[in-house]
């Protein structure tokens, strides 16, 4: 299975810390060796949600402290033991994940993050109010072990390399299936994402939960291992500030990030915490510091990632000459029917004093290729961000297949059909041509194996198959749009609404575009395409549409289009058209 | 004293106390606004700030002998005046070599990226410093020492001769202090040159570069000047209240609370933000244990901006 | 015109952004005193060539020469304290500042603080109704007066080149025909140096003595107005036939 064999490497990396673990028998570095595990988890749990959706959390302390002290109050008044304590933690860490994701997602950037330090800050108080300076995990001397008390620290060591390998299993899994596809995609794109039917908060609270259960049961195990708990050690800003630290120190976004950002700062903060502590009371707090510090100025994506683009750039430099072009394919035959696909009638949308879209109707029939061009500034964008719903109109009722769309939400409008693509494109730069295409899948796929056909088949649709496999920022631009394009088709949408998909483009480069969207449009996709100049447009499209300051100017064949005088005003100038 | 007019005086000494200590605040929020304005960095390292700004001030105090020399009543007031120079040149240098590598016009274009990169790398910098401070000058509590602490100006006998307001003079000069710190800033904004290059490099830096701004300095002086503020602003603070390396975390949600309240972008609506955040922890004590003072500001600081992110007293509201 | 009397000279100039170049070895020069005009639809690279010269994007390779001067060295800063001006793309108002404020920060150079009294006269004289709305806020303004506010800012520098990026877009060809004929009237009265980048082609080149077509990154042709109207390209690169 994909799964097992990817978790070989870190099944060896575990025996072979197991066999460490078991020969250190020195109290206090046995206990360096649990932390490093314990941490490195807690950054598992951080990447969970910070590392896969980009929202980064300077609150995940939260749902640590929780667990922790839920997990040492539950043994301390009703006697329930930690091994119950364990999964209960988790849960009360996914419901609190639930709890502060569902007001706090409505935020972005600076104000999530900063939201989510109000709360373990809150928390912190709110434990000191209620008179819990200082909580100790009761000694029990009966059957210690039922309440996970053991004198031989080693097997804290083994339990915490158990919890580390559920949760490196758990993150695979996320990571290697549409949950975590679809995080990622939200991370680099969120309007993409949205336009390519993900569900885009839907994803992210699933992402806190996990992320906030993780935690939780961190919490709780270190509560076990370390016996006191404080505010400050479950709430504090240094709790939260370790999961992110070790988490970007060693890479974000990947297992391996955690768990090489703790092994290397752990132990360095812990002992010279324990040589230096008493002289310098604050010193590990200066060294994770510090570690931020270099670490954003010279790696800014972590250990792991860059000692991967270096190997990377290093094997890619090999490949270059090998260049498999994109196969051209043959164009068959079209049949525009007289089935009306999209009905737009009378369409607004201002912004502030701006008209940007003012009374626009038009029709598209099933097959068609329709050309919508303009100016700049003559209100395309906008139209088009309309009709996938990223804005809502003034007035006006977009139709498709039937169904009234207007002010449905991006996925909505996915679902319902209609795929779009980017003027700025923004690949996932990392994955292959093949995993990029998949996430737009992801909208109609039943399963995993459903996605990977759907997106085969994209990718040799727009020709790209033979670069299925290469990463994507090893492509060149006209390689990129065709990946975009071949990310809308994997939607299966009626409708390809594509942004100014030549542009930039040369000569020879839009030509291979406009034969792979005529061949799109061959297999019975209806398209609309909005392009600034008409030069490769004339070849491809059966009508246009033409804006100008937000409305329609003009509609029809183009052969009359280029002809027809208020069209060439507005492109060339009132003069050049008086010279005609 | 009957019921009613005990709690006239509990209200009435509390909005006094929340007027006074929301000045203090407001000036807090000011430096914060003045480096977010400008910069639209959001500097998490400003709590920190403030914290060495009150360490700088005791530490003037008593190494430069200010008490001798001034007097017991203005010494301490020199003292915390001395710290804005100080502070200015370390959050210029602050910037120079680390901020300055993740933002300005080249990383404008990063987007989330680039922001990210700023909130952590600040994050690292108020690690440093707390820890940093615990490791110079210990985890003591310390205060700038004013006889004006213990003294009041008393108001009363209000309505009848039951009610007395006692107004604490060191809250009260600091207070009035903050409010003149803020109108020679507004002064120096709105009318200099420099205030202008500020603000025209804040408002669209790409453009300011076309007007031969120098956009790296105007940011480089912003952080200086936001810092400056922000740690004159704790030195009032630690007149009256004492402190320790790790204060700073207790009003860095504070300033927080102020700026985004005030409206992110707007220097002077940073000041209300501050204002109403001292009242609104001031009042809250007549309802609310003492110990839940922090909780509640965080508490109104989610529902702000969760509810309001644009703010109740800025212009438009910022589009991220 | 003689190689001496050149203001701006670009030889070989490549550009772009990170690592895709969208400018390819475009040479282009402007006497001083001439009105020059680079037409070119759009994605040609004319923003990202305007960008290049006043040193917001480096060059990738090539050289700028400007009064004499290799500006390869001199920050984007700098450049405009040596008397270059550049009103760019969407005009880019500082929008929380007032009009006067504008016009202010656009005198920010030596030379424009020097004949700040003098060259605001003239401004207001030239677009009255910036004096009109002096006080007020440049983000309430419509964006043709925005537009006048641009030019008049960079006007205000004392300027020895005027670049203008698409003086016309967004604006209606009412307000866009006026601007071309404001930008008239002051060169008639200053003499002044002008590059103007426009996709209203036939006004451009028009107005224009010397015009250069941009394709693709790449000078495709250049001439005068009479050479490039009569040229058949120009049409193609636009309408496709």
New interface residues.
């Given amino acids: 299975m994909d799964l097992l064999r990817s978790l070989i490497p870190f099944f060896i990396f575990a025996a072979v810390y197991l066999v460490i673990a078991l020969l250190v028998t020195n109290s206090y570095y046995q206990l360096i060796i649990t932390l490093v595990l314990v941490w490195a988890s807690f950054g598992l749990s951080w990447n969970m949600l910070s590392g896969y959706t ?1 929202l ?1 959390s ?1 609150g995940h302390a939260s749902f640590f402290g929780l667990g922790a002290f839920a997990t040492v109050l539950a043994q301390r008044y009703l006697g329930i033991s930690p091994w119950f304590m364990l999964p209960i933690s988790a849960l009360i860490g996914a419901g609190a994940g639930l709890l502060i994701g569902l ?2 997602f ?6 999530f ?3 989510m ?3 373990p ?2 928390f912190f ?2 434990f ?2 209620l008179g819990y300076p200082e909580v100790t995990v009761p000694r029990v001397l009966d059957n210690p072990a039922l309440y996970m008390q053991f004198s031989d620290g080693r097997v804290y060591t083994v339990l915490a390399l158990l919890l580390l390998t559920i949760i490196v299993i758990v993150t695979r899994m996320v990571e290697r299936s549409r949950f975590g596809m679809s995080l990622v995609a939200i991370k680099q794109n969120e309007a993409a994402a949205d336009a390519a039917g993900v569900n885009v908060l839907a994803w992210k609270l699933r992402a806190i939960a996990v992320s906030g259960a993780i935690a939780g049961a961190v919490g709780a195990f270190y509560a076990v291992v370390i016996l006191v708990i404080t505010p400050n050690s479950a709430f504090g ?2 709790v939260s ?1 370790q999961a ?1 630290t070790v988490a ?1 120190f060693g890479g974000v976004g990947t297992v391996w990030g955690p768990i090489i950002g703790a092994a290397f700062l752990i132990p360095i903060a812990e002992t010279l915490h324990a040589e230096l502590g008493s002289y ?7 060294v ?6 270099v ?3 010279a790696a ?1 994506e972590g250990v792991f990632w860059k000692a991967r683009d270096l190997f990377m750039r290093r094997s890619d430099t090999e490949r270059e000459f090998e260049d498999a072009d994109v196969v051209t394919l043959p164009t068959a035959r079209r049949q525009v029917t007289d089935e009306t696909v999209l009905e737009v009638s009378g369409v607004s949308k201002s912004f502030g ?2 008209k940007a879209v003012s009374d626009v109707s038009f029709a598209v029939k099933r097959g068609e290729i329709l050309g919508i061009i303009g ?3 003559a209100g395309k964008t906008t139209l088009f961000n309309v009709l996938n719903g990223f804005q809502k109109p003034d007035a006006g009722r977009i139709v498709l297949n039937g169904v009234d769309i207007t002010g449905l939400k991006p996925h909505q409008v996915c679902l319902a059909g209609a795929g779009r693509t980017f003027q700025i494109m923004r690949p996932f730069k990392r994955w292959s041509v093949a995993d990029n295409v998949k996430v737009g899948a992801y909208a109609r796929a039943e399963d995993e194996a459903d996605a990977e056909a759907i997106a085969r088949d994209a990718v040799r649709r727009v020709g790209l198959a033979p670069l299925s496999d290469r990463i994507a920022s090893t492509l060149t ?1 006209k390689e990129l749009r065709l990946m975009e394009l071949a990310r809308a088709v994997a939607g299966k949408p009626d409708l390809l609404l594509l942004d100014e998909t030549l ?2 483009l ?1 000569g020879d480069e839009a030509k291979q575009v406009v034969d792979v969207v005529r061949g799109l449009a061959a297999s019975g996709l209806t398209i609309v395409i909005i392009e ?8 491809l499209v059966d009508r246009f549409v033409v804006l100008d ?1 937000g409305e329609l100017l003009a509609e029809g064949l183009p ?1 009359n289009i ?1 002809r027809d005088p208020k069209v ?2 507005a ?7 008086a ?1 005609g | 004293m009957s019921a009613t007019e005990i709690l006239i005086e509990s209200i009435l000494q509390a909005v006094v106390a929340g007027v006074s200590l929301g000045a203090i605040y407001g000036l807090l929020c000011v430096g914060l606004a003045m480096i977010f304005s400008i910069m639209r960095v959001i500097n998490f390292a400003q709590g920190d700030f403030m914290m060495l700004g009150m360490y700088a001030a005791y530490y003037i105090l008593i190494g430069l002998g200010l008490q001798p020399l001034f007097g017991d009543i203005v010494g301490p007031y020199v003292a915390i005046m001395l710290v804005a120079p100080i502070l200015f040149v370390f959050g210029w240098a602050i910037h120079r070599t680390l901020i300055r590598q993740v933002t300005g016009i080249r990383t404008a274009e990063m987007e989330a990226e680039g922001h990210y990169a700023q909130l952590i790398l600040t994050l690292g910098i108020a690690l440093v410093l707390q820890n940093g401070a615990m490791i110079l000058f210990g985890a003591k509590l310390l205060s700038v020492r004013t006889p004006l602490a213990s003294d009041a100006w008393v108001f009363g006998p209000l309505f009848g001769d039951a009610i007395l307001i006692f107004l604490n003079k060191a809250r009260i000069v600091a207070a009035i202090a903050s409010v003149l710190i803020i109108l020679l800033l507004w002064l120096a904004i709105s009318r200099t040159l420099l205030g202008k290059s500020l603000r025209a490099a804040a408002d669209n830096p790409e453009a300011a570069t076309y007007m031969g701004i120098d956009v790296d300095r105007a940011h480089r002086i912003a952080f200086g000047l936001g810092t400056a503020i922000t740690a004159v602003a704790g030195g009032f603070l630690a007149t009256s209240y004492p402190f320790h390396p790790f204060v700073g975390l207790e009003y860095v949600i504070v300033m927080y609370a102020g700026v985004v309240l005030g409206g992110i972008g707007s220097v002077i609506g940073a000041f209300w933000g501050g204002m109403t955040i001292g009242l609104v922890q001031q009042l809250s004590i007549l309802v609310l244990p003492q110990q839940l003072q922090n909780a509640t500001i965080f508490v109104v600081f989610l529902i702000i901006v969760i509810l309001r992110p644009q703010g109740f007293f800025g212009r438009v509201a910022e589009r991220t | 015109m003689a190689e001496a009397t050149s203001l701006l000279e670009v030889r070989g100039l490549s550009a772009g952004y990170g690592d895709v170049a969208v400018l390819h070895d475009v040479s282009i020069r402007v006497p001083a005193g001439a009105f020059v005009a680079i037409v070119g639809p759009n994605g040609a690279g004319k923003t990202t060539l305007f960008k290049t010269l006043s040193g917001v994007l480096p060059a990738m390779g090539g050289s700028i020469t400007f009064d004499g001067e290799d500006f390869s060295g001199v920050p984007a800063h700098d450049r405009p304290h040596r008397g270059l001006a550049h009103v760019p793309e969407g005009r880019q108002m500082f929008a929380s500042l007032s009009v006067r404020e504008n016009l202010e920060m656009g005198a920010y150079t030596e030379a424009g603080r020097k004949a700040w009294t003098d060259n605001i006269e003239k401004i207001y004289a030239w677009l009255p109704v910036l004096a009109e709305r002096a006080d007020q806020l440049a983000g309430t303004l419509s964006g043709g007066e925005q537009q006048m506010l641009a030019i008049g800012r960079g006007l205000a520098s004392a300027p020895k080149l005027l670049m203008l990026d698409e003086p016309s877009m967004g604006l209606a060809p009412a307000i866009a025909d006026f601007v071309f004929e404001k930008l008239m009237e002051i060169r008639r009265d200053t003499g002044l140096t002008i590059l103007l980048v426009e996709q209203r082609v036939a006004e451009a080149l028009q107005l224009a003595d010397h015009g250069y077509v941009l394709e693709t990154g790449r000078v495709a042709l250049e001439g005068t107005h009479e050479t490039l109207k009569a040229d058949d390209r120009i049409r193609q690169a636009y309408l496709g036939m």
């Fill in positions: 980009g980064i300077f007001p706090t409505r935020l972005r950037g600076h104000y993050a900063l939201s330090l109000a709360y800050l809150a108080y709110t000191q109010w800003m240094l500030a992110l970007m310098l009371p604050g010193i590990q707090g200066v994770y510091g510090l570690a931020i510090i670490l954003i100025i800014p004093g701006l100016p700049n500034g631009t542009a930039g040369g600034h100049t008409m030069q490769a447009m004339v070849q300051h052969e280029t060439i005003e492109y060339l100038g009132a003069k050049w058209a010279h």
